[in-house]
Every structure is written in structure tokens, then in C-alpha cells.
């Protein structure tokens, strides 16, 4: 398995930007398709985005589609999620997530082999 630890999150402004980090360590980070999750306060974690290992077409759910980026860096084994104009409905604690590569696109949480620990997006009205 690979160990996953996020950064980058906090408290910003709705119509503000946070970068979040989620760095890749153990098994190197060869052949992982990668995600992000979020989990708001008594809801399920859900969807946000996902990046294949070929690096390729790159997913995000509708309500984040135009604003949010995700990305990878496989040399720095990081993966990133670049949020703009964010909006109140986005704070919730943010997931990275890992799966050993497939042709399925990586979209729930069944799928998930690794989760990081989190970080706490707030953003304010």
C-alpha cells in the first residue's frame, strides 16, 4: 500500500483559491490512479476528482467542473488539487485517495485502496 499524507488546507473566503497537496510515500507511486474525496459534516464522503496514472483525461464531479484542477508531479510523488473560486458548500474534510491503476475511472470510494488522513477545508460567507 502507499501511505498518503494531505496539506494545504484552511480557511479561506468564498471566491477564494487553496492549493491542496497530498504527498505519496512507501510503495512508490507507480501505476496508482489518484483522487480526491470530500466529506462535509453528516454526509458521505463523495467524489471530487481523479487523475489516471497515464496522466491523462483528468475527472471532476459537476459542482466543481471550471474551477477545481487536479494534477500530478510523479518525479515529486504528490499529487495536487488546485480549488478557485470556492464557495461556502465546499468546506469538508478532504481525502486523498489511491488506487492501483485501472481502466475503470476512479469515482467512489469502493474503489479506494489507500486514504490519507485529511484536511479541513472552511471556507466562509
Known amino acids: 500500500q502507499v501511505q498518503l499524507v494531505e496539506s494545504g488546507g484552511g480557511l479561506v473566503q468564498a471566491g477564494g483559491s487553496l492549493r491542496l497537496s497530498c504527498a505519496a510515500s512507501g510503495r512508490t507511486f507507480t501505476n496508482y490512479d489518484m483522487g480526491w474525496f470530500r466529506q462535509a459534516p453528516g454526509k458521505e464522503r463523495g467524489f471530487v476528482a481523479s487523475?489516471?496514472?497515464?496522466?491523462?483525461?483528468?475527472y471532476y464531479v459537476d459542482s466543481v467542473k471550471g474551477r477545481f484542477t487536479i494534477s500530478r508531479d510523479k518525479a515529486e510523488n504528490t499529487v495536487y488539487l488546485q480549488m478557485n473560486n470556492l464557495k461556502p458548500e465546499a468546506t469538508a474534510v478532504y481525502y486523498c485517495?489511491?488506487?492501483?491503476?485501472?481502466?475503470?475511472?476512479?469515482?467512489?470510494?469502493?474503489?479506494?485502496?489507500?486514504w490519507g488522513q485529511g484536511t479541513q477545508v472552511t471556507v466562509s460567507s
Open positions: 485517495a489511491a488506487r492501483k491503476s485501472s481502466l475503470v475511472v476512479l469515482h467512489t470510494t469502493r474503489q479506494v485502496d489507500s
Open positions: 487523475i489516471p496514472w497515464s496522466g491523462g483525461s483528468t
